[in-house]
């Protein structure tokens, strides 16, 4: 059973330009979340999508963006590009039948933003 | 505004030794997750702990859970060096599908 899969695994922007991650959840899950983790810190909530709808968004700016599919998968998209969007990004997927919605993590992809 | 508090932020013991985190939220929440992070890689789930007075256990670890006094503690028993990394806890922000992590605690487990 493949767990959560993200791609790219590395990216390498320049300021002002959008980029696009991708996220497969784990078998069997239909809601997707996007974390941003900056070095050091915690994970930062984006947002969550379920049923092809965001429906829960964290403090962040417009910038961000995203799609669910309806294969579940899902897309973070960033425009217009700053240096502090340099970060480890996260996906995490769960069921949302199941009690307690344990999250499980993708492996990330590391963004660097020159 | 819910915030999630752990400490120690670093902590590095001896093989052996017996330690605890704690993890303290500001604001009720219905549920509480411990997740361990390897450097360079990504979250594992350790622990989900739903009702007051839950204590889950795997190996070396146990986490409970206090939701009266919104805090929860990670108990390490005998660590190993295989134990270091950084630990989270996480708090669902209540009301909603948002979840809010600590700031992490870096755990080193000296031979």
């Known amino acids: 059973d493949a767990g959560v899969t993200q791609s790219p695994t590395h990216l390498i922007k320049t300021r002002g330009q959008q980029v696009t991650l991708r996220c497969s959840p784990k078998?069997?899950?239909?809601?997707v979340s996007w974390y941003q983790q900056a070095l050091g810190q915690g994970p930062q909530f984006i947002f969550q999508?379920?049923?092809?709808?965001?429906?829960q968004r964290g403090n962040f700016p417009d910038r961000f963006s995203g799609h669910q599919f309806p294969n579940y998968s899902s897309e973070l998209n960033v425009n217009a590009l700053l240096l502090g969007d340099s970060a480890l990004y996260l996906c995490?997927?769960?069921?949302?039948?199941?009690?307690?919605?344990?999250?499980?993590f993708g492996p990330g992809t590391r963004l660097t933003v020159t | 505004e819910l915030k999630v508090e752990q400490n120690p932020l670093f902590l590095s013991m001896q093989e052996g030794k017996n330690y605890t985190i704690y993890c303290n939220y500001s604001?009720?929440?219905?549920?509480l997750y411990w997740y361990r992070q390897d450097p360079g890689k990504s979250l594992e789930s350790l622990f989900v702990?739903?009702?007051?007075?839950a204590v889950k256990q795997e190996g070396r670890l146990m986490a409970s859970l206090d939701t009266k006094a919104r805090l929860s503690t990670l108990h390490i028993t005998a660590a190993v060096h295989d134990l270091s990394a950084t630990y989270f806890c996480?708090?669902?922000?209540?009301?909603?599908?948002?979840?809010?992590f600590g700031t992490g605690t870096r755990l080193k487990v000296l031979a």
């Open positions: 995490a997927s769960q069921a949302s039948t199941r009690v307690g919605y344990e999250q499980y």
């Open positions: 078998s069997g899950h239909d809601t």
């Open positions: 999508y379920y049923e092809e709808e965001e429906r």
């Open positions: 604001t009720t929440s219905d549920r």
């Open positions: 702990l739903l009702s007051n007075g």
């Open positions: 996480a708090v669902r922000y209540p009301g909603t599908y948002k979840y809010i």
